[in-house]
């Protein structure tokens, strides 16, 4: 692989562990985040720590985003001294951000323009796939660019798959948490009914894992659950914010999704009693509290 020089912005729990592996290559990494204490390990291991999203966008071939919320991806790329305006003709700009398949349209063609190639990327596997670099990762956009940049893509994922112009990387990941957010639902309510139930949640939880309720939720997060481990893989209100997303998304192509409603709900509630800061697996808090 032609080594290339990758700006990394945002280092936080899944962000780290990504740039991470592409140190490990030989990649040379430049790092920006809005708390340097969140880089500091990596910088340690060699990365390089730029000052101002501009700096490292002007210093790289590759420009790598996973930040918090949509209007955190507008604001490095289109704020002053920011990605648009310091990135070199050429680049490769690629947001693995969770945000809205609109905003990945409009940074494609406002790349396109100034001739940067645009890729949107998000990931599915929380902070154990990041840090096992087996993410789900879904792109959208150009399949030269694709092609060129999907070396990088295996180094932090085992699942890499095109899925089509741009924003359908953004559309699949919608699907993504669209059926994650029904499934929380489920797993979380099985497990307070196995608990009400007076049974053994692991024993339980043992049987049903391997049959046809099996799956990501059931296997990593169901014995956090049983554990009362509520520390976030991913963080509750960032989950609200891809509902959010999604909701909105389906709206605007006509599609009612009342499950993705419910779930909305329950999270939004949990959050207003301060656990927007834990992992998604707290919504088995829910059904304690209201059992």
Avoid at 130 to 143: C, F, N, R
Wanted: net charge negative.
């Amino acid at each position: 692989m032609t080594k290339k020089t990758i700006g990394f912005i945002g280092t936080g729990v899944m962000g780290k562990s990504m740039a991470r592996h592409l140190m490990k290559v030989g990649h040379e990494l430049y790092v920006y985040n809005r708390t340097k204490q969140k880089a500091e390990d990596l910088i340690a291991d060699g990365a390089i720590w730029c000052d101002t999203v501009g700096d490292l966008a002007g210093s790289v071939d590759v420009v790598i985003t996973i930040v918090g919320y949509p209007q955190d991806v507008e604001e490095v790329y289109r704020a002053k001294n920011c990605i648009f305006e310091r990135a070199r003709q050429g680049t490769y700009l690629i947001d693995m951000t969770t945000s809205k398949p609109s905003l990945a349209i409009e940074i494609f063609d406002e790349a396109k323009e100034r001739g940067l190639h645009a890729l949107d990327a998000p990931v599915s596997g929380g902070d154990i796939g990041a840090k096992e670099a087996e993410l789900t990762i879904m792109v959208g956009g150009e399949v030269g660019a694709f092609t060129e940049i999907e070396p990088i893509f295996q180094l932090m994922g085992t699942n890499v798959r095109r899925q089509g112009e741009a924003g359908a990387g953004q559309f699949t990941k919608m699907a993504n948490q669209i059926a994650i957010a029904s499934t929380m639902m489920g797993v979380a309510e099985a497990m307070a009914y196995a608990k009400k139930a007076g049974l053994d949640q692991e024993n339980v939880l043992a049987s049903i894992a391997t049959g046809a309720a099996g799956g990501f939720s059931m296997t990593n997060l169901a014995p956090k659950m049983i554990k009362a481990d509520f520390a976030p893989g991913f963080y509750m209100k960032h989950f609200i914010k891809d509902m959010n997303i999604a909701i909105e998304s389906a709206q605007e192509i006509g599609l009612n999704t009342p499950g993705l409603v419910v779930a909305k709900k329950l999270y939004q509630e949990l959050a207003g009693e301060g656990e927007g800061d834990s992992g998604t697996q707290a919504l088995y808090k829910y059904y304690m509290m209201n059992g």
